[in-house]
């Protein structure tokens, strides 16, 4: 998966929840890639599922409102 994706991803958790929770989530994940994304890296597109799972157990959103909520702040980045 394109890194701009994830970088977009650890954007959104920062400006609505905070540096912290990016933090957090990216430990909880343990990513192969040890958490440094790129905009123009590909990465395994597990690492962003297993952020999105460790935010929703942090915040007590649902997944699928989360990645509802990512696909909306990523169209008005696509647009």
Not at 15 to 23: A, C, G, L, P
Not at 25 to 41: L, R
């Amino acid at each position: 998966m394109k890194g701009m994706v994830f970088t977009e991803f650890l954007d959104m958790v920062e400006e609505t929840f905070s540096i912290d929770m990016v933090d957090d989530i990216i430990d909880a994940a343990n990513p192969k890639s040890g958490g440094a994304y790129t905009s123009v890296g590909v990465y395994d597109h597990q690492e962003l599922v297993d952020m999105v799972m460790a935010l929703s157990e942090r915040t007590e959103i649902a997944p699928e409102a989360l990645v509802k909520a990512f696909g909306q702040h990523l169209f008005k980045v696509f647009f």
